[in-house]
Each structure stands twice: as C-alpha cells, then as structure tokens.
C-alpha cells in the first residue's frame, strides 16, 4: 500500500496526473502494481486524506490538487479538529486516570498494549489502539470523556491507520503507550500529563512530516 501511494502521490506532485484528470480504475491500478484491489482502495483512501483526489461514487477518483492539503481529513473530522479536542481532552484525561483508575483498569491498560505489542496486522492495531485511548477515558471516572472519544473514534482510528502506513509510527506508539500506561500506574497525575502530552505531539509531528517533510509543529525533547 505504502508503494503505491507514494508512486501515485509522486505522479500526481509531478503533474503526471493533473487536476481535474481521473485516475486510472481499481482494477487498472492493481493490475499495473500486481497488488489487490483492497490494498488499490486503501492507497486511494491514502490520497484523498491528503487532500490530492476526492472519490466520486459510480465516476472514479479524480485529482484536485498537486500537493497535499496541510489540514487532512479522516472520515468526518480534520486532522486539527482531532488535535485541538485531543489536546483539550486526553490529556487532562489521563491526568484523572492517575489518580482515579481502579485494578481493573490497569490490568486492561496492561492486557492491551501487550496485545499491541505481538500484534502485526495493521488493521487489528488500530482496533487495539482505538480500545486504548477509550479505556484511559473511562478510567478517568468521568463517562463524559468515555463518550467525547468514541464520537471521534472512526476519525481517530482513519488516522492511526493512515500513519502507521506512512509514518511507520507503530513501534513508537507501542514505546509511547507504555510510557503512558506506567505513568498512570504510578498515581502521578503530573507524570501522565506529561506521557500523554509527548504521545500526542510525536503523533502531530508525523502527521506534518508526512504532510510536508521537513518540518514539525513541535521540537520534543527525544526528537
């Protein structure tokens, strides 16, 4: 998939398919990259949260720009909706898990991000990582947090996904998670403020890099 969004997204940047221009069909693209179709329709999925293609039921995938949007979208909701609410939400969040989480909740927290570990399908991933953030919410004791992230738990879960295929980004959540699930065990409220807070920025930043290479929307301090 990888492959082939980067060769599409590569001709459309160098005008080989311009604006306006539809691109070759599902079936077409897979035979051209001897891939399935599935893996055809994620690429393509790839490059419409770019912003470089918008999909037109029953008509194909035309192009609408020769780079990427600065702001993607992931299903209903933009990459900065997802980060300004996640900022204001998850992090707090995990703050009140520190101090109100139960046995319970940590044995799940810990179940899941050894799951996380083992796990190589991509799309089980996501699944495992979306389940994760909802836990830390409930275990916050708050039901309001439980239910502001699954509203945005599609969104969230497009966008894991879309960075775990371009920014290679699931080893580090793994480290990252983990980071967050001890901080949480240790009752430090400061300490998952600030696991979650790192979380969340080197996922912006992967997301900018993808967007436009070479730049970042944070300097963290492990890079």
Same mark, same amino acid.
């Given at each position: 998939?990888e492959?082939?969004?980067?060769?599409l997204r590569?001709?459309i940047?160098?005008?080989?398919? &311009? $604006?306006?221009?539809?691109?070759?069909?599902?079936?077409?693209l897979?035979?051209e +990259? #001897?891939v399935? *179709?599935? @893996?055809?329709?994620?690429?393509?999925?790839?490059?419409?949260?770019?912003?470089?293609?918008?999909?037109k039921?029953?008509?194909g995938?035309?192009?609408?720009?020769t780079? &990427? $949007?600065e702001?993607?979208t992931f299903?209903?909701?933009?990459?900065r909706?997802? +980060? #300004?609410?996640? *900022?204001? @939400?998850e992090?707090p969040?995990?703050?009140?898990a520190a101090?109100r989480?139960s046995?319970?909740?940590?044995?799940?927290l810990?179940?899941?991000?050894?799951?996380?570990?083992?796990?190589?399908?991509?799309?089980a991933?996501?699944?495992?990582?979306?389940?994760?953030?909802i836990?830390?919410a409930q275990?916050?004791?708050?039901?309001?947090?439980?239910k502001?992230?699954?509203?945005?738990?599609?969104?969230?879960a497009?966008q894991?996904?879309f960075l775990?295929q371009?920014?290679?980004r699931r080893?580090r959540?793994?480290?990252?998670?983990?980071?967050?699930v001890?901080?949480i065990?240790?009752?430090?409220?400061?300490?998952?403020?600030?696991?979650?807070?790192?979380?969340?920025e080197?996922?912006e930043?992967?997301l900018?890099t993808?967007?436009?290479?070479?730049?970042?929307t944070h300097?963290n301090k492990?890079?």
């Open positions: 998939m492959a082939v969004l980067a060769h590569g001709a940047e160098r005008g080989e398919y &311009p $604006v306006g221009h539809k691109l070759p069909s599902e079936s077409a897979g035979k +990259f #001897e399935s *179709r599935s @893996v055809v329709r994620e690429a393509l999925r790839g490059l419409q949260a770019l912003g470089l293609t918008v999909s039921t029953g008509k995938t035309f192009v609408t720009a780079g &990427p $949007v702001n993607p299903g209903t909701y933009s990459a909706d997802l +980060f #300004e609410v996640r *900022r204001h @939400v992090i969040v995990a703050g009140y101090v989480r046995t319970d909740d940590l044995d799940l810990g179940h899941l991000v050894e799951r996380m570990d083992l796990e190589t399908d991509n799309t991933w996501v699944a495992l990582d979306s389940l994760f953030h836990t830390i275990a916050s004791g708050n039901p309001v947090f439980g502001v992230i699954e509203e945005i738990r599609d969104a969230l497009r894991s996904s775990n371009l920014g290679d080893t959540s793994n480290t990252e998670h983990r980071e967050i001890t901080a065990a240790s009752g430090s409220e400061a300490d998952a403020i600030a696991a979650m807070t790192s979380h969340l080197h996922v930043n992967a900018t993808i967007v436009r290479p070479g730049h970042t300097q492990d890079g």
